[in-house]
């Protein structure tokens, strides 16, 4: 049963343009939600995290949005740059000092 | 600089052989974890460990084997029980309350 789920393996969005990458969850006890920004042959870096006692966090280009009604969240990018094309991953840790659950992915692509 | 140390950077078992992948940090975190990456599957949990010579089997265990004896290192051995192998291997060490810091991961091969 998957616990974070990124429906969608893929996104395209022109340079400039905002990217929205989103994540739906399914565990209510979840408490705190992070972004990772992954490059091919690399590992994850963190990107942007999330408490759910809150419904926004910011950092430059990087906007994360929870919805907890709806168990969903969302990372936004704007503006895009060639640079973020990468794949990301939404995951929630079980809980503070146990093992993080990772979404599937989805592979961004930013089109000249 | 503090960090994770995976290696190799590519590994290369013919079928039948065990091979052991190195994973060492120097953040001193309690838990390390490691991880697989196969294309359309995420990261799948393998084996974590949360304090020395303690370690709890993730949703992929099978065909694996870890160590724990110092805090620093966290070796995983991929047996000949391992059916598909290949795969991108992930490790990743984590401080109580916080996210994980990745290493840069080894790509596993059969040849």
């Known amino acids: 049963d998957q616990q974070v789920k990124q429906n969608s393996p893929s996104l395209s969005v022109q340079e400039g343009r905002i990217s929205i990458l989103n994540c739906d969850y399914t565990?209510?006890?979840?408490?705190?939600f992070l972004w990772y920004k992954k490059y091919p042959a690399e590992g994850p870096t963190f990107l942007i995290s999330i408490s759910s006692i809150k419904d926004k966090n910011e950092d430059g280009r990087f906007t994360v949005f929870l919805n907890k009604s709806a168990k969903h969240l969302s990372l936004h990018i704007v503006p895009s740059q060639p640079g973020d094309s990468a794949v990301y991953f939404c995951a929630a840790p079980i809980n503070r000092d146990d093992k993080i659950i990772f979404g599937k992915g989805t592979r961004l692509h930013i089109l000249p | 600089d503090g960090g994770i140390t995976q290696s190799p950077k590519y590994l290369f078992r013919k079928e039948g052989q065990n091979v052991t992948l190195s994973c060492e940090q120097n953040?001193?975190?309690?838990?390390m974890y490691w991880y697989r990456q196969d294309p359309g599957q995420g990261l799948r949990l393998i084996y974590y460990s949360q304090i020395v010579n303690d370690f709890q089997k993730g949703d992929i265990a099978e065909g694996y084997s870890v160590s724990r004896e110092k805090k620093e290192s966290f070796p995983l051995t991929v047996t000949s029980a391992q059916k598909n192998p290949t795969a991108f291997y992930l490790c990743a060490s984590r401080h109580r309350g916080y996210g994980y810091t990745f290493g840069s991961g080894t790509r596993l091969t059969v040849v």
């Open positions: 953040l001193n975190h309690d838990a």
């Open positions: 565990n209510s006890m979840f408490d705190y």
